[in-house]
């Protein structure tokens, strides 16, 4: 006779703290970090456009496509880091949405602001 498996919310929560991606582990703090990206572009969303490092914002894309596919790839499978950077690079391209259209429709200032940045 098989042992009966527990279930409900209790062994379900027990067992994910102590998974090799809960709490108790690094896995589980550095992508709730990470979420300080999503949140400080989310903020940024809402000032001007002129203000949007392009450079930066496309490293930021960079980064957070890597880390999509280095949280796919690993075992095991961390979807929470998955899910912060797939949200950050939202947010970034979202950002970098912005700054084109703005410097589309200002060519002067766009190039005034890029080459006081260099």
Same mark, same amino acid.
Request: with cysteine; hydrophobic share 45%.
């Given at each position: 006779?098989?042992?009966?498996?527990?279930?409900?919310?209790?062994?379900?929560?027990?067992?994910?703290?102590?998974?090799?991606?809960?709490?108790?582990?690094?896995?589980?703090?550095?992508?709730?970090?990470?979420?300080?990206?999503?949140?400080?572009?989310?903020?940024?969303?809402?000032?001007?456009? =002129?203000?949007?490092?392009? &450079?930066?914002?496309?490293?930021?894309?960079?980064? /957070?496509?890597?880390?999509?596919?280095? #949280?796919? +790839?690993?075992?095991?499978?961390?979807?929470?880091?998955?899910?912060?950077?797939?949200?950050? =690079?939202?947010?970034?391209? &979202?950002?970098?949405?912005?700054?084109?259209?703005? /410097?589309?429709?200002?060519?002067?200032? #766009?190039? +005034?602001?890029?080459?006081?940045?260099?």
């Amino acid at each position: 006779m098989a042992a009966k498996k527990a279930t409900g919310l209790l062994p379900a929560l027990k067992a994910f703290i102590n998974s090799p991606t809960g709490p108790k582990t690094t896995h589980f703090w550095g992508p709730v970090a990470n979420w300080g990206f999503v949140l400080a572009g989310l903020s940024d969303s809402q000032k001007s456009p =002129e203000v949007i490092s392009p &450079n930066m914002t496309g490293v930021m894309c960079i980064y /957070s496509a890597l880390f999509m596919r280095f #949280a796919w +790839a690993i075992s095991p499978r961390n979807y929470l880091l998955f899910a912060c950077h797939a949200a950050n =690079e939202a947010v970034q391209l &979202n950002q970098l949405r912005r700054w084109y259209e703005w /410097s589309s429709a200002h060519p002067k200032e #766009a190039a +005034a602001v890029q080459g006081a940045a260099t």
